[in-house]
């Protein structure tokens, strides 16, 4: 398929901004960018100086190289540039983040809200956010783009739910599209969508820095339990945007009517049904107890990883959710022992890493989304 004259462009603005921000210390001359990249001297020039007249690029002087003739001028790359916001709502919680071009969370902020989704969306979410760019003055004009993560399955392509959230008081199929259009109009940027597990399962993926040959699946347990999948450094939404819902997998034969899927089996309710634990308010819980408890969830999680790890054949395995964090070190070191007797010792398992790890994946989904536009612009033909 011949590309035509846009398509070029867009290439190799991508290449350049790619090759530039993965350089170890983000420095480089036009000369080395052509070596590397194979894109013509001319080519490099006219991009890069695209990229200096919107201060993604700044010049740091020349280059001290040994012999006679010109030095090269030497260009860094300027993270703080542009900013994309990430914002992640659990049903109780409202993390913020601001994220800048590498994927850093420069600012971030959690707070508590309640009400209705609707009145959230229109009135509580964009005043929340009003006082977190006044807050942290992050300057308006630097903000590209923003994500928006719910605890919900979203199309991200229709910006409409697909099954009905209980927990955000929808019933039934709700379309996104007037409010997020609201949002774009208040903050004067793109607004996109994704489910809340997806966007921290990216960002426990650019957390560690992990490439497109990476894969990294995210698995949750708090109020329900969940997963997002990341395959050679892509979100595996699925068909019907439903792909992770681990939340369906069946303990027992579910025929016999003597299975029951994975929610029931490890949500906090259970819990304290079966073991009088109280996952909310562990203080002064019995040891022994909180060992039983630590014992039955690494059993059942080990038996999901054992079955995704079958099927998918991924490099990392991240646990994340409350109860995991009340609960990390015994279930970590049951859940070891338990894949390690079946076999499956060479998985890398370990708890997240990134405090804000939903808002930072959203951020830096919308990051992607919105530099896409910055390398298609017209700018400086």
């Known amino acids: 398929m011949k590309l035509d004259r846009k398509d ?3 290439i190799n603005r991508q290449t350049i901004f790619q090759y530039i921000r993965s350089r170890e210390h983000q420095v480089v001359s036009c000369m080395q960018i052509s070596k ?26 020349a280059q001290e190289v040994s012999g006679a003739g010109r030095k090269p ?6 993270p703080d540039a542009f900013f994309t916001l990430g914002v992640s709502f659990d049903g109780k919680y409202l993390e913020c983040a601001c994220v800048n071009l590498n994927y850093e969370v420069v600012h971030s902020q959690r707070v508590i809200l309640n ?7 229109s009135q509580a979410i964009p005043a929340q956010l009003e006082r977190f760019i006044a807050e942290f003055a992050i300057p308006r004009k630097k903000i590209i783009g923003m994500g928006l993560a719910l605890p919900t399955s979203v199309d991200t392509n229709q910006y409409r739910t697909t099954t009905p959230s209980p927990l955000l008081g929808w019933d039934v199929d709700y379309d996104l599209k007037t409010p997020l259009d609201q949002l774009s109009h208040q903050f004067g940027c793109p607004v996109f969508i994704e489910n809340d597990v997806n966007a921290a399962a990216i960002g426990e993926f650019k957390e560690r820095q992990l490439t497109s040959g990476d894969d990294l699946v995210y698995i949750t347990l708090g109020t329900g339990i969940g997963s997002g999948i990341v ?3 892509h979100v595996r939404r699925g068909k019907q945007f439903a792909a992770g819902e681990i939340a369906n997998l069946v303990f027992g034969d579910v025929f016999s009517q003597m299975g029951a899927p994975a929610e029931a089996m490890l949500t906090p309710q259970h819990l304290l049904t079966q073991f009088q634990y109280n ?6 819980q019995d040891q022994r107890t909180r060992i039983r408890v630590a014992d039955y969830i690494a059993r059942h999680l080990a038996v999901i990883i054992m079955n995704m790890e079958s099927v998918l054949n991924v490099n990392y395995f991240v646990l994340g959710g409350f109860v995991i964090e009340q609960l990390k070190p015994e279930v970590l070191e049951f859940l070891l022992e338990y894949l390690a007797g ?27 989304r919105a530099l896409d536009s910055i390398f298609t612009r017209d700018d400086c033909d």
């Open 8 to 10: 070029l462009k867009r």
């Open 36 to 61: 590397d990249t194979k894109i013509s001297l001319p080519t490099v020039l006219k991009h890069v100086d695209y990229f200096e007249q919107l201060n993604i690029l700044k010049g740091i002087g």
């Open 73 to 78: 001028m030497l260009l860094e790359f300027v």
């Open 115 to 121: 009400g209705s989704m609707d009145d959230l969306l």
């Open 231 to 233: 395959l050679n450094g």
């Open 279 to 284: 996952v909310y308010d562990a203080h002064g």
């Open 342 to 368: 079946c076999g499956f010792d060479h998985l890398n398992i370990t708890p997240g890493n990134s405090p804000f790890a939903s808002s930072k994946g959203v951020g830096s989904l919308a990051s992607d």
